[in-house]
């Protein structure tokens, strides 16, 4: 064979081993560290005291005592006398004693009796020879009351005219409505006479009225 041509076949022979061994200038690439797994850390709970289970008492059962209610008293009606709510008349005290201050005496006389006592020289109106002539006669006040309520009425008074010709006593003869008998009676105990006259001279007078209220007057 030629000579060049088998050197050149082992040159070439060398090239290729030389390619192929790994001891070669070109170093391996370095393996790559496996990557560490995250590792879980497990949290351990500290034990827990047990809670203290809290007993209850039962409460004794104790026995009532079967307590009796105290007597009642019996509702049962009762018979009121005619005579409960009479009150006995006071005698008078024997001569020389004195009543005693705090004792209360009934009026033994009705109301209106004493009417015109220790009047000297009061004459009745029918046996006047001048009756009393009337200079201011103010008519009275209608009671609010009465005359929301649409109520008419009217009082009978009787009264003194004394030798002045004021009027110095009043009293209710009659009335339809009580309501009426304080007005009519404080309107005439303000009314102003020319005194009537007996034998020329001025006397007291009894004399009476009758005060109407009517509602169409009061408007």
């Known amino acids: 064979m030629n000579k060049d041509l088998i050197i050149g076949l082992l040159v070439s022979v060398a090239v290729?081993?030389?390619?192929?061994?790994?001891?070669?200038g070109k170093q391996p690439p370095p393996k790559r560290e496996a990557l560490a797994k995250d590792e879980v850390v497990?949290?351990?709970?500290?034990?827990?005291?047990?809670?203290?289970?809290k007993k209850v008492e039962e409460l004794d059962e104790q026995p009532m005592e079967n307590v009796m209610a105290p007597p009642s008293l019996v509702d049962l009606p009762t018979v009121v006398p005619v005579n409960a709510f009479t009150q006995p008349l006071q005698p008078p005290p024997p001569p020389g004693m004195t009543a005693n201050k705090g004792a209360i005496n009934i009026p033994v006389n009705p109301p209106g009796a004493n009417f015109g006592r220790g009047i000297k020289d009061l004459?009745?109106?029918?046996?006047?020879?001048q009756k009393p002539v009337a200079r201011v006669q103010n008519p009275p006040q209608y009671p609010y009351e009465m005359s929301r309520a649409g109520i008419s009425g009217e009082v009978a008074v009787e009264f003194i005219i004394n030798s002045s010709g004021d009027v110095v006593e009043t009293r209710v003869i009659r009335s339809s409505h009580r309501e009426f008998e304080v007005p009519a009676m404080q309107a005439v105990q303000k009314w102003k006479f020319k005194p009537g006259r007996k034998g020329g001279k001025a006397v007291a007078t009894k004399a009476s009225q009758l005060i109407e209220f009517n509602l169409e007057d009061n408007k």
């Open 42 to 53: 497990q949290m351990v709970m500290p034990d827990l005291p047990d809670d203290d289970e």
């Open 16 to 24: 290729h081993l030389i390619a192929l061994n790994p001891f070669s």
């Open 123 to 129: 004459f009745d109106i029918n046996n006047l020879d």
